[in-house]
Antibody, heavy 121, light 108 residues
């Protein structure tokens, strides 16, 4: 059974750094073709893909936020971490992690429940 | 970056009716690189269809997808009350992935 769960703060102040952790089970990020992405959704708005890390260590970022994002993995803990610097109220959103495989590409077949992050002083 | 435009913004239909949702890309996209999602209120998105027309695990066959080039369609053959949701298309043509703005499906 594949599950993913996001964890992190619910509230951050402007200019602070956000650290989110995705803890998953039911698959391994050492398995060929496995990928984990971060996707966010501002309240009442559409989905926005942020970053992806692959089983072989390849990393991809969305162009507009590239300078603020860092994604990494800890395969021993089955975790993927997203760091976003210089947070702004416009970054208020629910942040999801999701799995993708080479088979389902570009579809994300399993999602976490989401972590709502509010940016406010 | 390929942009996706979904229409209509809102669709209101009765149970048993057929729903047709549209997704138009700003550049030609291979059908292999398109996916559709359903997001019910308060829930994470759920993958419905990926590639040309492969339904994800557990998705009933009343959901189907078609299209090519820049124009794609998600069809729900016979609406049920539980189909109330926002539906998103998603593409990979080149980095980054992108999603449409969504179609809200209301059940009368």
């Amino acid at each position: 059974q594949v599950t993913l769960k996001e964890s992190g703060p619910a509230l951050v102040k402007p200019t602070q750094t956000l650290t989110l952790t995705c803890t998953f089970s039911g698959f391994s990020l050492t398995t060929s073709g496995m990928r984990v992405s971060w996707i966010r959704q501002p309240p009442g708005k559409a989905l926005e893909w942020l970053a992806r890390i692959d089983w072989d260590g390849d990393i991809f970022y969305t162009t507009s936020l590239r300078t603020r994002l860092t994604i990494s993995k800890d395969t021993s803990k089955n975790q993927v971490v997203l760091i976003m610097t210089d947070m702004d109220p416009a970054d208020t959103a629910t942040y999801y992690c999701a799995r993708e495989t080479e088979t389902t590409f570009p579809g994300f077949d399993y999602w976490g429940q989401g972590n709502l992050v509010t940016v406010s002083s | 970056e390929a942009e996706l435009t979904q229409s209509p913004g809102t669709l209101s239909l009765s149970p048993g009716e057929r729903a047709t949702l549209f997704c138009r890309a700003s550049q030609s996209v291979s059908t292999s690189y398109l996916a559709w999602y359903q997001q019910k209120p308060g829930q994470a998105p759920r993958l419905l269809i990926y590639g040309p027309s492969t339904r994800a695990t557990g998705i009933p066959d009343r959901f189907s997808a078609s299209g090519s080039g820049t124009d794609f369609t998600l069809t729900i053959s016979s609406l049920q009350s539980e189909d109330l949701a926002v539906y998103y298309c998603q593409q990979y043509l080149s980095w980054p992935y992108s999603f449409g703005q969504g179609t809200t499906l209301e059940i009368k």
